[in-house]
């Protein structure tokens, strides 16, 4: 039985060696370098011709532009809210003290608050000049 075992052991690690000295032949070696096919992928393109075509595309912001750029994010008004949040007062209601109807147990008057809509709403950009922020 020991001799047994020793077997194995003598079959498994010989197995692993040859196992591992076989890895080239499962991972093949590429017959190009990623140079080359990015230079053959660029010369399929015209040799930059595509960025040519799109730097003739950009150009420079006109009168009308200017009107928009509120609108787009920059640093700077990244944080500041375009969409004003539309008022959604809170309410506050009493409920004077009472018995529970199940159990006759009594229950002291309590002060609760809840927001007059379900849902928040968003003015769009321009509809809503100011809004007062405590109600």
Known sequence: MQKFKV?????????????CSSKDNIIPTPEHTMKTV???HMGAMGNGALM???????RDMTESDIDLTDYV????????????LLPNPTLYMFVSPHLASANKIPIPGYLTEFKMYTTEHYALP???????KTF
């Open 73 to 84: 994010r920059t640093e700077k008004n990244a944080l500041e809210s375009k969409f004003k």
């Open 126 to 132: 321009g509809e809503v000049s100011s809004l007062p």
């Open 7 to 19: 077997l194995i052991v003598i079959a498994l690690i010989s197995s692993t060696v040859f196992g």
């Open 52 to 58: 040519d075509r799109r730097s003739m595309l950009r």
């Open 38 to 40: 990015y230079e053959r």
